[in-house]
């Protein structure tokens, strides 16, 4: 297999701006921090001004560090903070005044927290400080927004990002100790299975009618699948995430790359907008460039879109990642994946109600690794009453997994047998 200039180019600048971000320690789930004293709280943000000048304010217990930027596809402002404890009040940025349309605020990477700016159009940061406390006053963070033109707001984004992948290069290099490598455990000779659960961190993927989390939901299963996936003793299972952390698609698609897994499975929960329908049940997906139906291509461009929602979106670089993954996806893995989800469907359907249409396809950037076997699994829809119980259940949970088991089981036992995997797809 053969990557093109291109994709070399697109993935160095991944590994350069996300690298890193996997690994994490453990986090409070309600707030998406350790609850310490260790780390500031912020008590309250809101924004003013106008559609000239907006600002935003943040209270802060303490004093800390910032660094803010802008980003293109869409406007965003991105401001990188310390691990910060976010006690907000609820739809806390859901609203947008002057110059922000909306706001959203959580942990990227242990040790760091985000706020990301959805803005209406170009801006310049005016200003970027924190404060310090005054009398009665606490610290507040202050980030300052000006309207400027296009090409204002063009040439500003190429100063800041060449500064940012600098910083980052510096950054990864203090950290990484000379001659160190993730070690694959050659002498393990067990096939390595990915676990994904979706989401995480600043990114709460799909929610509920009573506020439920899909990132919270997806966790949860995924740590369980992996308990039962390890139980068995006859694989390795190396997960995304094992906490309330962001991880970006590209950087867990080379997660499983780099292990040399022989297996992803992505988990999800899906959501229909009210007045959309009442679809239920279970779907398994795998990578196809055209969607299978409108739903499918509708969830894809969901998901895809988790990196703008963390403020850091790679895609929209001349020759999107996805598309060039896509384009290098083998044929035999892509086989592999639809043998691995007509089992899996097949086990399901006897654990759980399934979607009317069970499997599907479409462009999901998380499944593009060309030489991992990939599936994403969407367990149900939060916006479905029955859905959302049986998420919730741990009885449901396990004996869904137990099925997601047997299938890796069959999948396994059927690849090292040396079975044909054409001889399946039938």
Known sequence: MTFSATS????????VVLGGIAQAGAQNRAGGATLSEDFPVATDARLAGDEKTTRLIVDLTRKIEIRAFTLAAP???VIDLPQVNFQLAPKTGEHG???VKAFRFGLVMQGGSRIVLDVSGPVRIEKASVLDPTGEQPARLIVELGAVDRATFLRTIAVENRAAVARENKRREEMVPPGSAVSNNDADP????????GHGGIDNGTKGPSGENEKDLVLDFGLMLRDKIEKTGKYRVVMTREDDTFVALAERVRLARSRQAQLFISIH???????DGDAQGATVYTLSETASDIEAGRLAEQENKADVIAGVDLSAEPNDI?????DLAQRETKIFSVQFARTLVADLKLAARMHKRPMKSAGFRVLTAP???SV???LGYVSSSQDLKQLTSDTWRSRVGDSVVQAVDTFFTTRLAGANPAARRN
């Open 190 to 197: 067990r096939p390595i299975v990915v676990v994904d659960p």
């Open 269 to 275: 929960c899906d959501a229909l907008a009210r007045g």
């Open 376 to 378: 994403l699994v969407e």
């Open 8 to 15: 070399l180019a697109v993935t160095a600048i991944c590994a």
């Open 97 to 99: 005044r002057g110059l």
């Open 322 to 326: 996805a598309d060039i993954l896509i």
């Open 371 to 373: 030489d991992v076997p």
């Open 75 to 77: 406007y965003r402002v």
